[in-house]
């Protein structure tokens, strides 16, 4: 559904599918370079991206909700800030004119980016529920950043929030299905157990 000016991709994917066509604006978002651990390959944008888009914005903030998530070796303490998310929605309202699409990636391409097309995709349809569905159907498997959803919704005026906390609902219980987490399972397992008492 590249009709939206939307896809949402992981760092790797994007590096492998670097030739093959792309939105000509790229929200990239990594982790901060750290001080005090080894840097994994996200707190560096490649340089290939580059080369490849036009105009980039660059995030760099941790895939967590609160700074009490990280770890003491996570230095510096970035966490998405409002901030962030306004320099995303500047960054659209600057290229909306002139560009086909944006591209999003982070490490996954799950919640972090997600979040943010996310609120593009509101941006753009001005409904909550086209958003979401329209994400769903681009990346499946996303489950956005709560934190980042809710900042869109204080600058935007907007509910994003209800239609992700719907989509993280879903996914939990996909989650419980697949690992069969029902209930009875669950019961029929406690019962194996006391009857190996």
Same mark, same amino acid.
């Given at each position: ?14 590096? !492998? ?17 750290? %001080? ?17 888009? !036009?105009?980039?914005?660059? %995030? ?9 998530? %990280? ?6 303490? /970035?966490?998405? !800030? ?13 290229? /909306? ?42 990346r499946p498997e996303a489950h956005p ?28 219980? /996909?989650?419980? %299905? ?20």
């Amino acid at each position: 559904m590249k009709a939206t000016g939307i896809e949402v991709l992981g760092q790797i994917e994007l590096e !492998k599918s670097i030739n093959e066509p792309h939105y000509s604006c790229l929200v990239s978002i990594g982790n901060p370079l750290s %001080l005090f651990t080894i840097n994994r390959p996200d707190t560096k944008m490649p340089q290939v991206f580059k080369k490849r888009f !036009k105009e980039i914005l660059r %995030l760099s903030f941790y895939d967590v909700e609160r700074k009490s998530q %990280l770890s003491p070796h996570q230095f510096p303490r /970035k966490v998405p !800030k409002k901030s962030d998310i306004r320099k995303a929605i500047q960054f659209f309202n600057q290229t /909306k004119e002139h560009t086909e699409g944006y591209t999003l990636h982070c490490w996954q391409g799950i919640s972090r980016s997600a979040a943010i097309a996310l609120g593009y995709l509101y941006m753009i349809t001005g409904s909550e529920q086209e958003a979401i569905v329209v994400l769903k159907s681009l990346r499946p498997e996303a489950h956005p950043h709560l934190g980042i959803v809710k900042m869109f919704d204080e600058e935007l005026g907007c509910n994003l929030s209800s239609v992700n906390n719907g989509l993280h609902r879903e996914w939990i219980e /996909k989650m419980k %299905l697949s690992l069969d987490l029902t209930e009875e399972s669950l019961l029929e397992e406690l019962k194996a157990v006391e009857d190996e008492k």
